[in-house]
Every structure is written in structure tokens, then in C-alpha cells.
């Protein structure tokens, strides 16, 4: 039995020293997306140059920018979804609540180019505002964006795909005091392997102020 402290337990903890390095690609993916977590998923929606839909989720997907709003995601090697926005220069960015993670699982199968996922995931392509790829209907959230540069990385490689939001829906049904409210959109987010989590168990935190936390400090202390 090991005599380890619990994760979760205060203080320090015994560590493992690991060369990312040496690790063998797929060993050190596995590892990288079990810490990393729990990660945000785009679900992207795009067109080929004939029209035909295309629907997968990716889950290395982050702000860049709000000032103007940039978002970017990353194609895990060269997929349908980033052959599609390079000869479009749109997509759109669906965030799936929980009760459609089947349909999102699903979408993430290898599918043949001209399968479109929307008809296999029983799922209605919706028309966008200013973009021509269509959002995903059953989705709340519907970030319309438009190309502004793909970024190779690594050995594989991966692509990151940065995009210009040009439009944003909302569900009414998860709007509160203005605002998207967490336990209402019930977003999912991806751990390591088949693993994903629920946004159920939220709590409050404000972050402190300095200021703050001086005027509270004792006299005498540094």
C-alpha cells in the first residue's frame, strides 16, 4: 500500500520527475491531456467548398483576445474540420451543454469526408448571420467566426486555428442578470482518455486585493 499523502491533502507531496522529452509521443499526450484539465470543448461546425457540413469537437480551445474577441482552438493534425476553414475562412463554435454529449461523442468518430455528422447525430444545421457555416441548433451557445490565421506547431503537426468572432447567440434559457449562468448552460469539459466532467459542483471565489489585504495586516509584519 502506498504511503503517499492524498492529492488532495495540505502540503507538500512526494513528486515524480518527468522528461516530457523521452517520453514516447503517445505516452506523453496521454499525460499531458490527464493535467491539463479540465479543458474546455469546441464544438466546430464548418462547410467544405461544396456545402457539405462538417461537425467535431476539439478540446485544446481558449480566449486569445477579448478587445477585439479572438478565440483559437487546435486541430490535432490536419482533420476535415481545418481543411474546410482554410477554404472557407469560417466556422462556428457550438458549446454543447450536457445533454448533448452523446451527440458531441459522436461526432467525434472518423466519419468520411462527405458524411456529414449534423444527419448522423440526428442534429439540425442552423443558418448563421454572417458566417456560412451553420451552428448546431440544439446548442445554446453559437460563436460565429471568421479565419484570421492557422499557426503550425510541433512534429505531428498541430494547428492552431485563430478566428475573429463575428457574431454571438445566446439560448434564452441560459441567460441570467444579463450573463451566461454556468449552472444553466451545464457546459462539459474534457480529462484524459474517454473521461469528461459536468459543470455541477460550482463555488464562489472573489479574487483578493492587495490593498485590501495590507489594511488587514498586523502591525509589525512584512
Same mark, same amino acid.
Given at each position: 500500500?502506498?504511503?503517499?499523502?492524498?492529492?488532495?491533502?495540505?502540503?507538500?507531496?512526494?513528486?515524480?520527475?518527468?522528461?516530457?522529452?523521452?517520453?514516447?509521443?503517445?505516452?506523453?499526450?496521454?499525460?499531458?491531456?490527464?493535467?491539463?484539465?479540465?479543458?474546455?470543448?469546441?464544438?466546430?461546425?464548418?462547410?467544405?467548398? $461544396?456545402?457539405?457540413?462538417?461537425?467535431?469537437?476539439?478540446?485544446?480551445?481558449?480566449?486569445?483576445?477579448? $478587445?477585439?474577441?479572438?478565440? /483559437?482552438?487546435?486541430?490535432?493534425?490536419?482533420?476535415?474540420?481545418?481543411? #474546410?476553414?482554410?477554404?472557407?475562412?469560417?466556422?462556428?463554435?457550438?458549446?454543447?451543454?450536457?445533454?448533448?454529449?452523446?451527440?458531441? #461523442?459522436?461526432?467525434?468518430?472518423?466519419?468520411?469526408?462527405?458524411?456529414?455528422?449534423?444527419?448522423?447525430?440526428?442534429?439540425?444545421?442552423?443558418?448563421?448571420?454572417?458566417?456560412?457555416?451553420?451552428?448546431?441548433?440544439?446548442?445554446?451557445?453559437?460563436?460565429?467566426?471568421?479565419?484570421?490565421?492557422?499557426?503550425?506547431? /510541433?512534429?505531428?503537426? #498541430?494547428?492552431?486555428?485563430? /478566428?475573429?468572432?463575428?457574431?454571438?447567440?445566446?439560448?434564452?434559457?441560459?441567460?441570467?442578470?444579463?450573463?451566461v449562468a454556468a449552472d444553466l448552460l451545464r457546459a462539459v469539459g474534457r480529462h484524459g482518455g474517454p473521461v469528461y466532467s459536468r459543470t455541477a459542483d460550482l463555488f464562489?471565489?472573489?479574487?483578493?486585493?492587495?490593498?485590501?489585504?495590507?489594511?488587514?495586516?498586523?502591525?509589525?509584519?512584512?
Open positions: 500500500m502506498s504511503d503517499a499523502a492524498p492529492a488532495d491533502s495540505p502540503g507538500p507531496h512526494p513528486k515524480r520527475e518527468i522528461d516530457l522529452g523521452a517520453m514516447p509521443e503517445r505516452a506523453r499526450y496521454g499525460l499531458l491531456t490527464s493535467v491539463v484539465v479540465p479543458r474546455p470543448i469546441a464544438w466546430v461546425s464548418s462547410l467544405d467548398a $461544396d456545402g457539405v457540413p462538417n461537425l467535431a469537437p476539439h478540446s485544446y480551445f481558449m480566449i486569445l483576445s477579448t $478587445d477585439p474577441p479572438i478565440l /483559437g482552438f487546435v486541430s490535432v493534425g490536419e482533420k476535415d474540420t481545418l481543411r #474546410n476553414i482554410r477554404e472557407t475562412g469560417d466556422y462556428v463554435i457550438n458549446i454543447a451543454g450536457e445533454h448533448l454529449i452523446e451527440a458531441l #461523442n459522436l461526432s467525434s468518430a472518423d466519419f468520411p469526408s462527405r458524411e456529414s455528422e449534423f444527419a448522423w447525430a440526428g442534429l439540425t444545421p442552423e443558418p448563421s448571420r454572417h458566417v456560412r457555416a451553420p451552428a448546431v441548433a440544439e446548442a445554446a451557445v453559437a460563436l460565429e467566426c471568421r479565419l484570421r490565421e492557422v499557426v503550425p506547431y /510541433g512534429n505531428t503537426p #498541430n494547428y492552431l486555428i485563430v /478566428g475573429d468572432v463575428a457574431h454571438l447567440r445566446l439560448a434564452e434559457a441560459v441567460v441570467r442578470d444579463g450573463r464562489t471565489l472573489e479574487r483578493p486585493r492587495y490593498a485590501d489585504m495590507a489594511a488587514r495586516r498586523p502591525d509589525g509584519d512584512s
